[in-house]
């Protein structure tokens, strides 16, 4: 899945403007189209197919993870499913850096993985069901599942802001 989500990851560069190049604004976009067609055109297994679709779409995001705000953190590890299905997520990270490490001169180490990574474990460390049971019990009146899924984002945001400031 990581080899076919490097294959694909940039098929939009391929539809940019030439009046645009060499700058490709919004081919994240459309490669998650191209990649979606073409993983459909050739019959590639589901989870080939979600990671060309997830690559494309976030590779951009995780190379700017240095610079991310803890919410856009979290965004990404829901977008990818990292929490309940990491594998897919490392696969996301492992083709973002063979992205980033294949342009000449760039350097073989990336440390966004490494950091996107540690950020993952901070985030797993927060107990959910904890915190599902603090809410279902003061939580009454609201929709129970509204409120435990904010205030589990709540703690996760929390808990990144502190692991942020301390790095």
């Known amino acids: 899945s990581t080899r076919y989500a490097i294959l694909t990851h940039d098929l939009g560069k391929g539809v940019s403007p030439r009046q645009d190049l060499p700058r490709h604004h919004g081919h994240e976009r459309a490669s998650v189209r191209m990649a979606e067609t073409l993983s459909i055109r050739l019959r590639v297994p589901q989870e080939c197919a979600d990671a060309a679709r997830l690559t ?10 240095v610079e991310l705000r803890p919410a856009m953190v979290l965004d990404l590890f829901g977008a990818t499913d990292a929490l309940r299905r990491p594998e897919r997520f490392t696969c996301v990270l492992d083709a973002s ?10 350097p073989q180490d990336y440390p966004q993985g490494a950091m996107l990574r540690d950020a993952l474990a901070v985030v797993r460390a927060v107990d959910a069901g904890a915190i599902a049971r603090s809410v279902g019990v003061t939580g009454a009146g609201r929709d129970p599942g509204e409120a435990i899924a904010k205030a589990v984002r709540s703690a996760r945001l929390a808990t990144l802001r502190k692991w942020r400031r301390a790095r």
């Open 56 to 65: 494309a779409r976030w590779h951009g995001v995780v190379h700017r993870a």
């Open 97 to 106: 850096a063979a992205d980033a490490c294949s342009r000449p001169g760039a």
